[in-house]
């Protein structure tokens, strides 16, 4: 299975998301990514916000680049995940065919099925809230897992 986080620019909540979720499924069969709907930030490492909050849970992001997501993505994922529902109505908008659009997921209705929650950008939110996306994410992620099981 491959899974492909998606956010606005690919450096904090998307980078952050794939790695607890790939953090939490080394020993699963899954491969996952993250990426950006904006070309912002294209070839940069995560937030250092996103990095050492990441690091407090034993949590490496410093192999990760960011990049922009492209159509190729609906090919090469299983499962697409959008932080909030901004990203999800710009990837809803570039899905061609209904299988492209079954694919892409909003991670918080995984906790919280049909509540359409977005994971809020810690850019601006200063320190808490990087722990607080952080926290939604991996929960989020813990119920991918079971959801996967």
């Known amino acids: 299975m491959k899974i492909l986080m998606v956010c606005l620019g690919n450096?904090?909540?998307?980078p952050l998301a794939e790695g607890i979720l790939a953090h939490k499924t080394k020993q699963l069969d899954i491969e996952v990514d993250s990426a950006g709907t904006a070309a912002y930030h294209i070839g940069k490492f995560p937030d250092k916000r996103s990095i050492e909050i990441a690091k407090k849970y034993n949590i490496d992001l410093k192999s990760?680049?960011?990049?922009?997501?492209?159509?190729?993505?609906?090919?090469?994922?299983?499962?697409?995940?959008?932080?909030?529902?901004n990203n999800l109505a710009h990837l809803i908008s570039l899905a061609k065919t209904e299988k492209e659009h079954k694919k892409i997921r909003l991670i918080l209705n995984e906790i919280n099925p049909g509540a359409c929650e977005s994971v809020p950008d810690?850019?601006?939110?200063?320190?808490?809230?990087?722990?607080?996306?952080?926290?939604?994410?991996?929960?989020?992620?813990?119920?991918?897992?079971?959801?996967?099981?």
């Open 64 to 85: 990760q680049r960011a990049r922009q997501f492209s159509r190729a993505d609906f090919d090469e994922f299983d499962i697409i995940y959008a932080m909030d529902t």
């Open 11 to 14: 450096i904090c909540r998307s």
């Open 122 to 149: 810690p850019y601006y939110g200063g320190e808490n809230g990087f722990q607080n996306v952080y926290n939604m994410l991996n929960e989020a992620c813990d119920k991918i897992i079971q959801n996967i099981e």
